[in-house]
């Protein structure tokens, strides 16, 4: 693994500039124009992205609306199932051509956020194999072996993969604080994040993750945060893509 990374600032913008961003970083990478990178973000407005071959969805999800404004609906570059993005922290890492199986890639890629997490007191481990899981649209209804839950079963962590030529984006959603009646509202039940988790202040979490990530993959980060021109071609790249 190449030991330069780049760390992107926290940045807050639209599902679709988000998911723009994501694959178009693997792509610069891909091509040897992108060092490896971690970045962490939030969705503004509210959204629910949806797993790339994730075509069916509640009718109601089109006219659902949170804090006066409409909330997105966007499909990610990668798989799995519909996740509702209010309340939580998404990290994004590019990485360098990985060996071994899908499975052992997710295990090494979480190593950080179990480190990271478990020096604010929180253990976490990855889940299990659940036939539950394809069969619903909630993402975290259920865990599997890409996921990270907490010692009392709460999913905490729900993670997706997308490959090209070997290189990986690894991009996931940290729940942390999310509205039971919005949740209710999308997924016809309510969540109730563990106690704990109320006063992590995400600034803070993603020092400790940046730290953690530091050590586990023995890296060293050059800070680089996305230019308006890196952005405005990520989503220019991804909308050319879409009508491809």
């Known amino acids: 693994m190449n030991t330069r990374w780049r760390l992107i600032s926290p940045m807050a913008a639209s599902g679709f500039n988000q998911m723009a961003i994501d694959e178009w970083l693997l792509e610069q990478h891909r091509l040897g124009v992108g060092l490896p990178c971690l970045r962490f973000y939030s969705w503004q407005p509210v959204a629910i992205s949806l797993g790339y071959h994730q075509h069916r969805y509640p ?51 979480c190593e950080f956020l179990i480190e990271g997490w478990r020096d604010l007191g929180i253990h976490l481990s990855l889940g299990g194999e659940n036939r539950r899981y394809h069969r619903s649209v909630n ?15 709460y999913k905490l962590i729900g993670s997706a993969q997308l490959y090209r ?40 979490l993603v020092m400790v993750l940046i730290a953690a990530a530091k050590r586990v993959f023995e890296i060293e980060f050059e800070l680089q945060p996305l230019s308006p021109q890196e952005i405005s071609q990520a989503c220019s790249w991804s909308m050319a893509r879409s009508k491809v």
């Open 139 to 153: 993402c975290f209804s259920a865990s599997t072996a890409a996921d990270l839950v907490m010692e009392d079963g």
């Open 165 to 204: 030529d070997g290189c990986v984006l690894q991009h996931g959603s940290m729940r942390l604080c999310p509205e039971p009646d919005l949740v209710k509202a999308v997924f016809g039940d309510s969540i109730y994040p563990p106690s704990a988790l109320k006063k992590i202040k995400p600034a803070d």
């Open 59 to 109: 009718h109601s999800w089109d006219s659902l609306r949170w804090d006066g404004q409409d909330i997105d609906i966007v499909r990610r570059p990668s798989g799995g199932r519909a996740v509702l993005h209010q309340g939580d922290l998404t990290y994004a890492l590019v990485s360098s051509p990985l060996s071994g199986r899908r499975r052992e890639t997710y295990k090494y890629l």
